[in-house]
């Protein structure tokens, strides 16, 4: 049961807080309301999370607009959060959340980074427990003995077969949503359980121009090198891409539509861009197989995989 700290809204389409045109579909997804705030979890980086809880005594972890800045990051982390659900690939839910004043109030004595004109930010599934796995020791990330020593370490992680399948879901799906500036080891993380979660997906989208300027085309150059380190000599084997090629073909556009609410006005994201991205990726999927094909058989021209 929900608790009155933690209201799941089903929005409608008079609603005064969104645009009524930035994408033209049927809205039956939920929003979070969450009035309690825990605290900062980092003032360092870029997006400065901080978490709250439910009343249901469930923990959210909560990225809000800046001043001036990153309205893009929290479109990107909120579509690319439900893409990843819906293909599968092991990453938090993700959610809409309005932050009430009251955690504004507490937020501005720690920080006055946020917008508080915009009360809508994304709220991103906190697991207790999860840890980030730490890089293979005494190798800098930009050693040509990584492929090797990585492949060894994370295989001392006590990953099973599952685990590492979703490693090659990774590298097609963080691809497929032109996901750039994933060089941070520790966005791989693991349960108690062992299992891999990925996070930070805010740099998701990303073209040649400004930040709202649509992806127009793939180009397997950009995908030779490997967007995250922990990859490295991971991914060697062409045909565990199959299974994940499958899922992205079988995505329907309509039905993953229906999950995505609109897109809050605060955010100042520009009329159609999101019906406009999402045309883009399931347009091109078979353009992106093609090069993502050619760019790991240009990597393996060029590398021992093991």
Not at 165 to 172: A, P, S
Not at 182 to 189: A, D, E, F, I, P
Not at 228 to 246: C, D, H, M, R, S
Not at 289 to 302: P, S
Request: aromatic share 14%.
């Amino acid at each position: 049961m929900i608790g009155n700290e933690c209201l799941a809204l089903r929005l409608s389409f008079d609603c005064n807080a969104f645009p009524k045109n930035s994408i033209n579909i049927l809205y039956i997804s939920f929003m979070i309301e969450a009035k309690k705030f825990v605290g900062i979890i980092s003032q360092y980086g870029s997006s400065i999370p901080f978490s709250i809880i439910c009343g249901n005594r469930k923990k959210w972890v909560v990225k809000a607009k800046k001043i001036g800045k990153n309205s893009k990051r929290l479109l990107s982390e909120y579509l690319s959060g439900i893409l990843a659900k819906e293909i599968g690939l092991s990453r938090p839910n993700v959610e809409l959340v309005r932050i009430s004043n009251n955690i504004f109030e507490e937020l501005r004595q720690m920080t006055d980074v946020f917008d508080v004109s915009c009360s809508f930010g994304v709220a991103i599934e906190y697991f207790e427990g999860l840890v980030p796995v730490l890089p293979p020791p005494n190798v800098e990330l930009s050693s040509p003995d990584l492929p090797k020593r990585n492949k060894e370490y994370l295989s001392g992680q006590l990953f099973d077969e599952k685990s590492f399948d979703q490693f090659y879901g990774l590298n097609v799906f963080s691809e497929w949503i032109l996901l750039r500036d994933y060089h941070k080891y520790s966005n791989l993380q693991k349960t108690n359980n062992n299992e891999v979660i990925f996070l930070d997906f805010d740099m998701a989208f990303r073209s040649n121009g400004d930040d709202f300027e649509l992806p127009t085309h793939y180009d397997y150059v950009k995908m030779i090198s490997l967007q995250a380190p922990f990859l490295e000599g991971i991914i060697t084997q062409k045909e565990k891409f199959v299974a994940w090629f499958n899922k992205l073909e079988l995505l329907e556009k309509n039905k993953l539509s229906d999950k995505i609410l609109e897109i809050p006005n605060c955010w100042g994201v520009p009329d159609n861009y999101t019906d406009s991205l999402l045309n883009f990726l399931f347009d091109h999927r078979k353009e992106f197989v093609e090069q993502f094909l050619k760019a790991f058989e240009f990597r393996e021209e060029t590398s021992e995989f093991d």
